[in-house]
């Protein structure tokens, strides 16, 4: 049999998401595949752009399909060609450069484009936006804002929608003053009812925006470019760039070139080919099903799972039948969730909770006791329930406070077995009960294996406890054994012990390297930084660090905020500073204009709200060395004064801790080490409850504790044993470090390893020494401590001329 041909006119969200699903459906046996993209870059993710702006994303890491992939799955990806022509009676589509494409079936997936509004001097001479004026769509312009925001003062945002709400939150980012123009009565007025995007001016105008409502732009001011605006009620307003947001139009001119049937849309029917061809399809943006369009990315995924049912065979009879529009978002930091009606109806009840001061906003909408809308700011837990009650349209309780305020519960606890299987358990990529159930009865029967078979969790994964639910109620007590579970790393089949064994027999020094060698050559972008730890670990100073295998906070050394800035915490060792350096700690936050300054729970002073750029010279000014506020890695050995000032001491614990933190400082580990001193049994500095502690008890010695936690999980450490003088706790503490570098799972916490590896055999091992490791341990942490250098120096010598640079480098250079 003969293959037939698709091609699909559009590599965006919809386009990309339609050709995964017919390959995972076997779609690679029944059709040569041929993609054009206008974009010269493989899929990205759109969604991801707001981030990309602000500093929060990096470009590698909005990419899901690059053009490499399309090539090993057998798929021809026209990358930067625009399809200009399309022959229905002869099925070619044609496109600059002599490119054409015979088609079997047509998909259209051009989705919209930005809307033009009705501005004088919008447009230059060549009829392109004139400088200093953008759209904010695609990755272009998102490149072009974040290149002439470097040279800029003060912007404008033309439209007060989601799309405006993120450019303006962007810009605020990169450190210039924003004004919002919406000519709406309030922000957000698709998703959001006035007293929702109150609370969202609110937090806009906290950030330093200016919002100006109910404002009509008639005009762009300037010569050669933008310096201003114009408005319809006479009143101007300075910028020194615009963007205009001010809505989306479905990018229907390929499909009336080719005479189909467009309405504000491409009219499609319950199959979703074009109303007057059944050859040629439409989904996404572009699409107009039952007289509606959508602009959200969940039906344009559901719209493409129908289609690869359809076209592969799996379901001949799939139907589209319209989306439920429901989504969650997150706007200037705030948890938002819209679902279904806006504004309620005559007879309708409704429900609302209002908590200005800290943005919390809850309304629902009920109609005949059925949810029909609701709005939730603020309250994540809440909007996952209500969520479900929306989707599975159940009858709303009697108490409607029980879905405003659920009980707090594990999701895992979750009455699964009384679940209806049309529930759609994993929201992001539209999975059902059922369909887990299915995957379960076919013989998947692990999380990963159901992961796989249906992509329930593998998206933002917030649904995995609840699949894990559902995967041991429909397995009937015979649960697969994941053997993936006891890898190191996801991307490749071994444990830690053998990935180590391999290694070092191998002399692998890179995470290409070990990818290269172990895994055939396919990297795997998830097991980067579990690689990059280990390798750190095995072969110190001489482990090559490839940056991109390093989570953002480990390329710049800074923690990254939810604003896309950074945290800036110096080193104090044991908590003690100098006069003088608290004097240049002032001096740096008012040089720089940092935001915030805040005491850290580990006595240190944290520095928020640093932009990127400006990282080295905050280091420099600061003349202190990294405290490692930000990595996986040993931060701060928290003490009381001790001995040395207080009447109760028994023991100098400013001193101890001083020198546990200079001699332990920045060594990397699984996870983040937390550590403290306490002068006597009161233990003001928490010993008990950190990573790794030590209580003076008199006589110099010292009670020293491993395995504690005070955070999400509270734990009382163990004793490990009593050590003195304090030379040799330094001794049993470096040993316990270097066993637990050694053998802990990345991302696991001290007190899970003491748990899972049991105090009584950690004591034979680091006191006893029964298995003779004492000696290497000693050896192996006394490298690392040799080895430290401050990665702050980095600010004066950087690894790569982009290191610290706020602008997007070119994204298919």
Known sequence: MSKQRLVIIGNGMAGSRLVEEVLVRGGNDLFDIEVFGEEPCGGYNRVFLSGLLAGAEELNDIFFRPPTWYQ????????????????????????????????????????????????????????????????????????????????????????????G???????????????????????????????????????????????????????????????????????????????????????VDLAKQAGLTVQRGIVVNGDLSCRNDEHVYAIGECAQHRGRLYGLVAPAWEQARVLADRLTGRDPKAVYKGSREATRLKVMGIEVAVMGEKDPGVDDEVVTYVEPSSGIYKKLIVRDG????????????????????????????????????????????????GMPGATHVCQCNGVTKDDIVAAVRAGHRSLRAVGERTRAGTG?????????????????????????????????????????????????????????????????????????????????????????????????????????????????????????????????????HVPAIKLTGGQRIALLGIPKEQLPGVWRDLGMPSGHAYTKAVRTCKTCVGAGFCRHGLGDSGALGIMIEKRFQGIEAPHKIKMAVSGCPRNCAEA????????????????????????????????????GPSEKVLVVIGRFLQYYRDRANYGERTYDFVERTGIQTLRRVLVDDVDGLCAG????????????????????EPVHPGQFVAAIAAACS
């Not at 939730?376 to 159940?394: T, Y």
């Not at 994964?461 to 890898?487: F, H, M, N, W």
């Not at 010695?701 to 490990?720: F, H, M, N, P, Q």
């Open 72 to 163: 090993e799955h057998g798929v021809i990806l026209h990358a930067g060609v625009r399809a200009g022509w399309v022959d229905r009676p002869e099925r070619q589509v044609y496109a600059p450069g002599g490119v054409t494409a015979r088609y079997d079936v047509l998909v259209i997936a051009t989705g919209s484009l930005p809307a033009a509004p009705p501005i004088q001097g919008l447009n230059g001479e060549t009829g392109a936006l004139r400088e200093g004026v953008f759209f904010f769509r695609t990755l272009a312009d998102c490149q072009d804002i974040v290149r002439y925001a470097a040279h800029a003062r003060r912007a404008a945002v033309i439209g007060g929608g989601l799309l």
């Open 165 to 251: 709400l993120e450019a303006a939150h962007g810009l605020l980012k990169r450190g210039l003053e924003v004004d919002i123009v919406h000519l709406g009565p309030h922000l957000m007025e698709t998703q959001l009812d006035g007293h929702a995007a109150g609370i969202v001016k609110q937090a806009m105008e906290r950030m330093g925006a200016r919002v100006h409502l109910e404002k009509g732009t008639s005009a762009m001011l300037g010569e050669a470019c933008v310096t201003g605006l114009a408005f319809k009620d006479g009143t101007k307003l300075a910028c020194d760039m615009a963007v205009v947001a001010a809505g989306t139009r479905p990018n």
């Open 370 to 417: 059925r949810l029909v809308g609701a709005i939730l700011l603020g309250d994540a837990v809440a909007a996952r329930r209500v969520l479900q009650s929306f989707d599975n349209e159940e009858a709303v309780p009697a108490g409607r406070s029980e879905l405003l305020f659920p009980p707090a519960r594990d999701a895992a606890s979750a009455d699964v077995a």
């Open 460 to 592: 933002c994964g917030s649904c995995k406890p609840l699949v894990q639910a559902i995967v041991d109620l429909t397995s009937d007590g015979v649960v697969a054994e994941d053997r993936a579970s006891s890898y190191y790393v996801p991307g490749l089949p071994l444990t830690k012990p053998e990935l180590v064994k391999a290694v070092e027999q191998h002399g692998l020094r890179s995470v290409s390297a070990v990818f290269e060698a172990l895994g055939g050559g396919m990297e795997d972008p998830g097991s980067k930084p579990a690689l990059a730890s280990l390798l750190s670990t095995v072969w110190g100073h001489g482990y090559n660090d490839e940056r991109d295998a390093r989570f953002i906070n480990d390329r710049v050394h800074a923690n990254i905020q939810e604003d896309g800035t950074f945290s800036v915490v110096p080193r104090m060792y044991g908590g003690f500073a100098s006069a003088a350096e608290l004097r240049r700690i002032a001096d740096v936050a008012e040089k720089y």
């Open 688 to 723: 008990t409850t950190k990573d790794m502690g030590a209580i003076a008890i008199g006589d110099g010695k010292w009670e020293v504790y491993i395995g504690g936690g005070a955070g999400s999980r509270v734990r009382k450490g163990d004793i490990l044993c009593i050590a």
């Open 777 to 796: 341990l000693d050896a192996a942490v006394q490298a690392a401590a040799e080895g430290y250098r401050d990665p702050w120096h980095e600010g004066e």
